[in-house]
């Protein structure tokens, strides 16, 4: 029941910049609203997390004050002759109908799954939930002793949104809520950007059908990942810079888009490209409407935005890495050793290529060859480790495989896009052949900075985002209004397997491939495990055994990729007795922070030697596979 106060919250702050201002559209007020409730979410936690108040009073408390008090300021304009604006139309064209019915059954059939399914991509299970279950323990988001490094690493804004909802609602139920909600604003942004860029409004609803569409848009938004979050934030900043192009910009400005980018920012490094192309843009704008003296004051309000909300996170990464970004060999991992014309071609290709993949084994083979017969042409290898992060490239058949999913239809219809507008490049309007350029430097910056990874498909899910709007004003213009039709229904075919049959939490469980029954039917404890199911029978009887001798000091002492958080799950979390704590070495970067005082009556162990009968005193009873068990007896 808590958990509707942030909900509550953004409806009031929407109604009231909506209403505050009468020079903006509905959307624009709906994006501004988000970014605004954004930043006091992250805002709210970091400030309670100085007292470790991040509670459910706590957090409570936080949100009824801004509730309170914006639902106060919208009675008072009421009765004084201001009633609210809500100028939300209907379209009448029948196309654009037809548009928002298909739409909203996407919307729909990604919320169902999104409710029905608990958080199971494996990072969810290693970092993403297993950290937002160790700052609910700690009542604030503080740095903690972990085996799994990135816990404390890795940027927290996605996870701090989830952290909300898990904290008011007592457990994970709404735990893919801020990635579904980031599809949804998404959507929004992107119909209010292609009406930026001069779409009119039937292209506007092609652009979001194009987005809604996205496999891999799709996929996230039934998850607990936050590439989503990031191209929601990254939406928004270019929205307002766009904005900021039009003289009737208002003195709200520098404060939305700063905080916007250090939204994005503080949520995941993947929006750095992206936002120093829109740094450029903007700072050219305003260095020629204000001069020096303004430009250095827009400067200040972006930097003290994202101190503000990154500040937090770059205090504790200096305070365990002695650096404010992080983990240096994290960073060092992802993002690329050599910066020249070969390794920049070469994650170009293979990132476009690798997205390229069909269910044709024959074709992805093709794909393949000629990708590597143009780096042997170049002289580059394909799997250099300088440039390659994890795995190595190779186009596969595409499925509803999350981690993996590509978007074939999408990446071709974008490089179709530019290729027309190269051709014909007079022939659009100049808003058009920006936004060209400025998608063309986003993915040409994101290839030179970040390494190639098979992963690559969900951290360019911001590329796609922004591609939307070129697909719709390019081919939707372009083609003959029945060929635009019959697009928009291969995208929906196209997108089909993708919202009914995800591998891990299908709707409709029809394929092979399918690791579980569907949402509607399977066991929610089953389903947390569905990319790891070896781990059901060691998990659920070595937590038996601990709840049945009534312990709630747990030990953790597993591998640096191995799924934690369904620990927290079996162990009843969150729940106030119970603490849950990992048992690390003192060359652990995070050793500093072990509880010296934490005496645990059950450790579980992988991959102890057999020889280790005992760890802390407590014997070994019982031992899994590779997990073993360490449990206080009973007198």
Not at 131 to 157: C, D, K, L
Not at 447 to 468: D, H
Not at 479 to 500: E, Q
Not at 501 to 507: A, F, K, V
Request: glycine share 6%; proline share 5%; net charge positive.
């Amino acid at each position: 029941m808590l958990a509707i106060l942030p909900i509550l919250t953004f409806i009031v702050v929407f109604s009231l910049v909506h209403s505050l201002s009468e020079r903006i559209s509905i959307r624009h007020a709906f994006l501004r609203a988000a970014v605004l409730w954004g930043a006091y979410a992250i805002l709210s936690v970091e400030l309670l997390s100085l007292g470790r108040m991040v509670t459910k009073i706590g957090l409570s408390v936080a949100w009824l004050l801004p509730l309170a008090i914006g639902s106060l300021w919208l009675v008072i304009r009421q009765k004084g002759g201001h009633p609210l604006r809500f100028s939300l139309e209907i379209p009448s064209d029948r196309i654009e109908r037809i548009y928002l019915i298909v739409i909203l059954i996407i919307i729909g059939i990604t919320a169902t799954v999104a409710i029905l399914t608990p958080p199971q991509t494996w990072d969810s299970l290693t970092y993403h939930l297993s950290r937002v279950a160790h700052w609910a323990q700690e009542n604030a988001v503080v740095p903690f002793a972990t085996g799994i490094e990135v816990q404390n690493s890795m940027y927290p804004g996605g996870e701090i949104l989830v952290l909300q909802f898990y904290v008011l609602a007592g457990g994970d139920r709404l735990a893919n809520f801020p990635e579904w909600l980031a599809m949804i604003g998404s959507l929004v942004g992107i119909s209010f950007l292609a009406q930026q860029i001069g779409l009119n409004r039937r292209r506007q609803w092609f652009a979001v059908l194009v987005l809604a569409t996205l496999p891999m848009g799709i996929v996230q938004a039934s998850s607990t990942m936050t590439d989503y979050i990031v191209a929601f934030w990254l939406v928004c900043t270019l929205v307002e810079a766009a904005y900021l192009a039009k003289k009737d910009a208002s003195g709200l400005q520098p404060i939305i888009l700063s905080l916007s980018a250090g939204l994005a920012i503080a949520t995941k490094p993947t929006a750095i490209p992206y936002l120093i192309v829109i740094a450029v843009f903007s700072g050219y704008i305003i260095l020629k409407r204000t001069g020096i003296l303004g430009t250095l004051k827009w400067a200040i309000v972006a930097l003290t935005a994202v101190i503000l909300l990154f500040g937090g996170h770059m205090y504790r990464s200096y305070q365990l890495y002695a650096s404010p970004f992080g983990d240096p060999q994290r960073v060092k991992v992802h993002v690329n050793e050599v910066f020249s014309a070969k390794p920049l071609a070469s994650n170009v290709l293979r990132n476009t290529s690798y997205q390229m993949g069909t269910p044709w084994p024959k074709v992805n083979y093709v794909n393949h060859l000629v990708i590597v017969t143009l780096h042997d042409w170049m002289g580059f290898n394909p799997t250099d480790i300088r440039t390659t992060a994890h795995g190595q490239f190779a186009v596969i058949k595409l499925s509803a495989q999350e981690d993996l999913a590509a978007n074939p239809l999408h990446t071709a219809l974008t490089f179709i896009s530019i290729v027309l507008v190269l051709v014909f490049l007079r022939k659009h309007p100049k808003a058009i052949r920006w936004y060209t350029l400025f998608w063309s430097m986003t993915f040409v910056f994101y290839c030179l900075v970040f390494k190639f990874t098979i992963f690559g498909s969900r951290l360019l899910l911001p590329s796609l985002v922004f591609a939307a709007p070129l697909i719709a004003a390019v081919l939707g213009d372009m083609l003959a209004s029945r060929m635009s039709y019959i697009l928009s229904a291969g995208l929906l075919v196209a997108a089909v397997p993708f919202l009914i049959g995800i591998r891990s939490r299908p709707l409709i469980a029809y394929s092979e491939e399918a690791y579980v029954e569907s949402v509607l039917v399977e066991d929610r404890s089953t389903l947390y495990f569905a990319n790891g199911k070896h781990l059901i029978n060691p998990y659920e009887e070595l937590t038996n055994q601990i709840k049945t001798a009534d312990c709630g000091k747990v030990g953790i002492m597993i591998t640096g990729n191995q799924a934690e958080y369904p620990l927290w799950v079996l162990m009843g979390a969150p729940r106030n007795d119970l603490e849950m704590e990992w048992i690390i070495g003192e060359r652990a970067p995070s050793a500093a922070y072990r509880q010296s005082d934490f005496n645990p009556c059950a450790i579980i162990c992988e991959r102890c030697p057999e020889e280790q009968t005992t760890i802390r005193g407590l014997p070994r009873v019982e031992s899994i596979g590779e997990f073993h068990l360490y449990l206080s007896l009973p007198d």
